[in-house]
């Protein structure tokens, strides 16, 4: 069983210019969830989605930050008109949420690097 | 707003020494997670900790909850180097997101 999947590991984009990050849940899993960490800090929570709904994007920034989990095909964070703050590791993480504590569980894919110069 | 706070934030130790890393949140969660993460690599599972009392051990690891104290500690056991990493707490919210404390970047000297 393949784990979660991200692509790409790393990103360069100029200023002004579109990042799109791509994540494949763990096969099973219909829950999707979005954190990015800075460096030296802990990982803070961006959205949640499931199968072509948001359930909750309370950390996602207002403007320029979007994100989609398509029925078919991977999640997508778009970040738009990237700015030099936005360089960051973004991580995605899926769970299978059938029921149970253990659904609960977030397993993670190996992150994008976003560099923004 | 959920604050959970790890420390110490930097733990240097010898091989062979016993350690304890404490996680505090600031509102009632059962549910209690343990990471770790090597340098530009992703979070690696350790523990699920998901009822007061609960105690895991894994190796040299072991973790336990007191869900009514709001912490969570991360013993280390004979240290050896292979454990350097940094180590993440996690509380979940409602079911959703996980809010992380800072990490504890550990290492361990020969």
């Known amino acids: 069983n393949a784990g979660v999947m991200q692509n790409p590991r790393h990103l360069v984009r100029r200023r002004g210019q579109e990042a799109r990050l791509r994540c494949s849940p763990m096969?099973?899993?219909?829950?999707v969830y979005w954190y990015r960490q800075l460096p030296e800090e802990g990982l803070k929570f961006m959205v949640y989605?499931?199968?072509?709904?948001?359930?909750?994007e309370s950390g996602m920034p207002k403007e320029r930050f979007s994100a989609e989990f398509p029925k078919e095909g991977p999640s997508i964070l778009r970040i738009q008109q990237v700015v030099r703050g936005d360089s960051a590791a973004y991580f995605c993480?899926?769970?299978?949420?059938?029921?149970?504590?253990?659904?609960?569980?977030?397993?993670f894919g190996p992150g994008t690097r976003l560099t923004v110069l | 707003e959920l604050k959970v706070e790890q420390n110490p934030l930097f733990l240097s130790m010898q091989e062979g020494k016993n350690y304890t890393i404490y996680c505090n949140y600031s509102t009632t969660s059962d549910r209690l997670y343990w990471y770790r993460q090597d340098p530009g690599k992703s979070l690696e599972s350790l523990f699920v900790?998901?009822?007061?009392?609960a105690v895991k051990q894994e190796g040299r690891l072991m973790a336990s909850l007191d869900t009514k104290a709001r912490l969570s500690t991360l013993h280390i056991t004979a240290a050896v180097h292979d454990l350097s990493a940094t180590y993440f707490c996690?509380?979940?919210?409602?079911?959703?997101?996980?809010?992380f404390g800072k990490g504890t970047k550990l290492t361990v000297n020969p």
């Open positions: 900790l998901l009822s007061n009392g």
């Open positions: 096969k099973g899993h219909s829950h």
């Open positions: 993480a899926s769970s299978p949420r059938t029921g149970g504590d253990h659904s609960l569980e977030q397993f």
């Open positions: 989605l499931q199968k072509e709904n948001i359930i909750d």
């Open positions: 996690a509380v979940d919210i409602a079911l959703e997101e996980l809010v």
